[in-house]
């Protein structure tokens, strides 16, 4: 079975700077999808960024990048030029490129933005 | 945009209770997921279902049902509901091979 893990329950930044949060999985499978959503306080989860493990290349979304390191298990994401909107829980997730739609989520990561 | 919605934000039941929570999707979405978030332990996955009238267990099953009568819907039933089911519960759906789209969440509080 996959197991996500966020080690950081929490986190705060001054806005504007950048912050890096992280996440790493357990698989054996090879071909698989990973996620980072959202969940602002309003509790409305969004997908923030998602990577397929096939592509070396690693996936940006605006402000938002990740940084996959496949042979180490690990999937971070980085905020650059952070804005209070950003406050939210961020939750890592994997969902296996076989079988069901099944995602597994990780315990995520309360970031909080200072003004 | 893909539209999920959920029958209620906040709800408080009694222990005992049957508690009917409902979703519905706009999206034609094959799958439809639900899972409960609890501070400290994420979001795990009760049941899902990748078309009408199917439905498979996730990873705590225990203390729910669902219904899935037609493709926009998927319903959660608490038969008995305990204080242990005292939670945010998230509706999904997704097409195949794509990404999951969430509801709102309802917390649910049962005294």
């Known amino acids: 079975a996959q197991t996500v893990t966020q080690s950081q329950p929490e986190m705060s930044v001054q806005e504007a700077e950048t912050v890096t949060l992280s996440c790493t999985y357990d698989?054996?499978?090879?071909?698989?999808?990973l996620f980072w959503y959202k969940q602002p306080p309003s509790r409305q989860m969004i997908l923030v960024i998602r990577?397929?493990?096939?592509?070396?290349q690693n996936a940006t979304e605006n402000r938002f990048s990740v940084n996959f390191q496949k042979a180490a298990k690990s999937f971070s994401l980085k905020i650059s030029d952070s804005q209070l909107g950003d406050t939210a829980m961020y939750f890592c997730?994997?969902?296996?490129?076989?079988?069901?739609?099944?995602?597994?989520f990780g315990t995520g990561t309360r970031l909080t933005i200072i003004p | 945009d893909v539209k999920v919605t959920q029958s209620s934000r906040y709800l408080v039941k009694r222990t005992g209770e049957k508690v009917f929570l409902e979703c519905v999707q706009d999206m034609d979405h094959e799958n439809m997921f639900w899972y409960r978030q609890d501070p400290g332990l994420g979001l795990r996955l009760i049941y899902f279902?990748?078309?009408?009238?199917?439905?498979e267990k996730g990873d705590i099953p225990e203390g729910y049902s669902v219904s899935r009568e037609k493709k926009e819907r998927f319903s959660l039933i608490l038969e008995s509901a305990s204080t242990n089911q005292t939670s945010m519960y998230l509706c999904a759906s997704s097409s195949r091979g794509e990404t999951q789209y969430f509801g709102p969440g309802t917390r649910l509080l049962v005294l």
């Open positions: 698989t054996s499978e090879s071909n698989y999808y």
């Open positions: 997730a994997f969902k296996s490129n076989f079988g069901n739609e099944k995602l597994t």
């Open positions: 279902s990748y078309d009408v009238k199917m439905k």
């Open positions: 990577q397929e493990a096939y592509k070396q």
